[in-house]
C-alpha cells in the first residue's frame, strides 16, 4: 500500500543570504546543515538548509535567498503561505522575548485550542510557532536555545485559497488524509499520512489577496515537500496521483540528499514527494560533525565551481 510517512522539509524563497543565516541560526537557533546552490535554471542562486539537533525529515527549513537578483514574489491566495512550527509547550514566553531582543515584532493567538506564535522572516514570509506537547524530535542546542524551548521540526503548512474543497477533496480522495477536517473560523485543518506530527495542513480561505506568485521570488514561499520514505513507494504514489487526473507532475530529480517529483495541489500549493534515498542524507557528502561548514555542489556543476561563488554574496 502507498503511503506518506509525514513531512520531509519546506522550501522558501527569501531575501539576502546574510539575513537568512542570521535569521535562522541566530535567532531561531537553528542548527545550519548545507551549503549548496538551486540545481534547476542557470541563474546561481544559494540553497541553504536549517535542521534541529538531527536533520531529521519533518525538521527542515530550505531556502534560495533571491534578493541579489532583484527577483520578488508576492504573498496572496492560491499558495502556501505560512510556516508553522513545533515548539515545545510553555516556549512561548521565551521566544516572545527572544524575537523581541532581536527587534522582531510576535503576537500570541489562540488556533484550534494551541497557544501560537506569530511573527515575520525577514523577507516578509509568514511564521507560526505551535506548541505541541510531547513532540519527540529533538531541538537543536548548539545555538544557544536550550532543550526547553529548542524548535522540534515542523508543524505542517498554512496554505491561503480562494475555495478550500478542492484541496480538500484532493487530500482525502488522492493524498493520504487522515480522518477528520477540523474547523474553525477561516481555517481548516487535517493531518497528511501515518505521522502523529509535523504533518498538518491548515486551509485559509481568502478571497482577498490576489493570486500569490508560483515562481521564485524573495518574500514568498516555494513548496512544502512530504516523506515518501522508499522509491518504489514514491513511484507508486505518483503513478496513483497520475491516475486521478493529476498528470502535470515532475520527473524524477536528484537533489543529491533525497530524490524527489513535484506536483501542484489544487489550492496552488507546490507539494514535493521527497526519498531520502541509501545514496543521500546530509551526510553522503559531508562527515556529521562537519554539516554546512564546506560549499558543496552537484557534480553537473563543479566545473564552474569558481564562476559559481564569484557570482554569489559572501555569507559568514
Ligand atoms: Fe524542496
Redesign the pocket.
Known sequence: MAFVAGSH?V?LSVGHAQEDVDFHVKVLGLRFIKKTVLYDGSTPVYHLYYSNANGDPSSVI?TFPWAQHGIYGTRGTNQAREVLLSVPTGSLEFWSKRLSDHDIDSAFVDIFGQRRLAFVHPSGIEYLFVENEDDPRVGFTGGGVGTEHAIHGIHGVGIHVYDQDPSVDFAQNVFFAQEGVQEEGDRARFQIGQAGFGNWVELTGNRTDPQGTWRYGAGSYH?F?WNLRTLNNQSQVKFDIEGAGYTDISELKNRTYFK?HYVRMPGGALF?LAVTHNEGGWDCDESPEELGSAFMLPEQFEDERESILAQLEPID
Request: no cysteine; charged share 15%; proline share 0%.
Open positions: 522539509h522550501t530550505t513548496h515537500a524527489s514535493e
